[in-house]
């Protein structure tokens, strides 16, 4: 995949650069980094898509049928985010075609989008001098911009009891899970207000059914569109956790995690204000929009760079029943286009 955006990018004049976020995870290719130089000596306009895609999504077979593209039913699409990929190369494409003036080009292409945003988390920003970023993979209709999404921390507990026999001698034992229940019936989890969430989504413990439960361990998420709340919110589990176990005589073992910071954009933004702009020089109508998941946005707006994410119009993305009409298609083509020509003139 990335060999061929490659040759296609060059084909078009840019310098290609890989990062070293390839080597740094484990990967075959780090993030693509293309360069072309316009006639304008504006900021340059950042367009980021990304190349991996989820499982089962080799062998697809993509069919056309009543102006809707779907895979054979045996893999996804992966429109998610090939769209994204073929939007940014067509619209290049086309501006290049008509001799317009042209802006500054940085293209991002990013690897291990999916499962962590890792090839964003890894991208090396500095070789980037744009100062915002229109990433090309949200699961919306074309002229949707996602302006909100919010930051997550991943939160591992593992509370520690202690171990004897159950029928002999139970009263010798903690019992983790009783611990844990205690601890989550004080603890606020679920909507914890409008811009914050937290869940506790996986948990597992024990070892047989005649030995007092030693360990029980607790996975989730917690998430908000301000990094402060989601901080507040942790602390709060942590203690929760941290107290209750104290007074059972057991311990609690917390591993928090950053994932990554919000997208929270006002309206007036410049970012969002040059993508509506673009919208409406497609001939669509801009919707601001937010959303609960993640993308390569929240990396952008963490290292500071004003980043939104821009409806590509598949559907049923990560499924076997993925779909993007082709009309969708050409119009985040068209976005595209819209978006250079903006920079162009601005
Ligand atoms: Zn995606």
Known sequence: MADLLEARLRAMGFSVQRDEAGERIGGETG??????????????????????????????????????????????????????????????QRAIEQGMDMPDLEVVFTIAEEGGLNGSKNLDFSLLSAREAYIIDSSTPVGSIVNQAPAQTKVTYRVIGKAAHGGVEPEKGINALVVAAHALTRMKLGRIDAETTA?????????????????????????????????????????????????????????????????????????????????????????????????DANVFNTRGIPACNLGTGYRGAHSLQESLEVAELERIADVVFALIAEYASA
Request: with cysteine; hydrophobic share 40%; proline share 4%.
């Open 199 to 295: 869940n506790l989504g996986i948990a597992r413990g024990g070892a047989a059914t005649n030995i007092v439960m030693e360990t029980f361990e607790m996975q989730g998420d917690v998430r908000s569109l301000v990094t402060e709340k989601m901080e507040a919110q942790v602390r709060h589990m942590t203690e929760i956790f941290e107290r209750t176990a104290a007074e059972f005589g057991a311990r609690v073992e917390a591993d928090v995690q950053f994932a990554y910071g919000p997208v929270n954009l006002r309206p007036d933004d410049r970012v969002i204000q040059r993508a509506s702009a673009a919208i409406r020089r497609a001939g669509l109508t801009p919707v601001l929009k937010a959303t609960g998941g993640g993308s």
């Open 31 to 92: 993030n693509l980094i293309a360069k072309r130089k316009g006639n304008r000596g504006s900021a340059p306009l950042l367009l980021c898509a990304h190349m991996d895609r989820v499982s089962p999504g080799t062998g697809i077979k993509p069919q056309i049928k009543d102006g809707v593209i779907t895979s054979d039913g045996t893999t996804i699409l992966g429109a998610d985010d090939a769209a994204g990929l073929a939007a940014i190369l067509e619209g290049v």
